[in-house]
């Protein structure tokens, strides 16, 4: 197993992940981003999208996809992402 980093996407309503992760992108305000550990500290708006996040735990990668905007913070391997609504759902696909 790599080296991994904690990810926790929460919406107003319910926290859809908190876990270690490998690999996460994201819709970000600029453009797609993808986040690995020790990435430079961040915060950054979300547009509406796909996020992809790749866990130990599993070799199938955790899609989420959601039409709302929100924000991302990345600081110390710790990322955190704040969603503005709970139309999210995590998607496994094969």
């Given amino acids: 197993m790599g080296r991994t980093f ?3 996407i929460i919406t ?3 926290s859809l992940f908190d876990g270690e992760a490998l690999y996460l992108s994201v819709p970000g305000g600029a453009g797609s981003m ?3 550990p ?3 500290p961040l915060l950054s708006t ?3 999208g796909r996020f992809e996040l790749r866990i130990p735990s ?3 990668a955790v899609f989420f996809k959601t039409q709302k905007a929100g924000f991302i913070e990345v600081k110390r391997n710790v ?3 704040l969603l503005d609504a709970g139309d999210s759902a995590p998607i496994l696909i094969p």
């Fill in 6 to 8: 904690a990810v926790s």
């Fill in 12 to 14: 107003p309503e319910r």
């Fill in 34 to 36: 993808g986040i690995l």
């Fill in 38 to 40: 020790d990435h430079a």
């Fill in 46 to 48: 979300l547009m509406p």
């Fill in 58 to 60: 599993s070799e199938k």
């Fill in 79 to 81: 990322v955190s992402i």
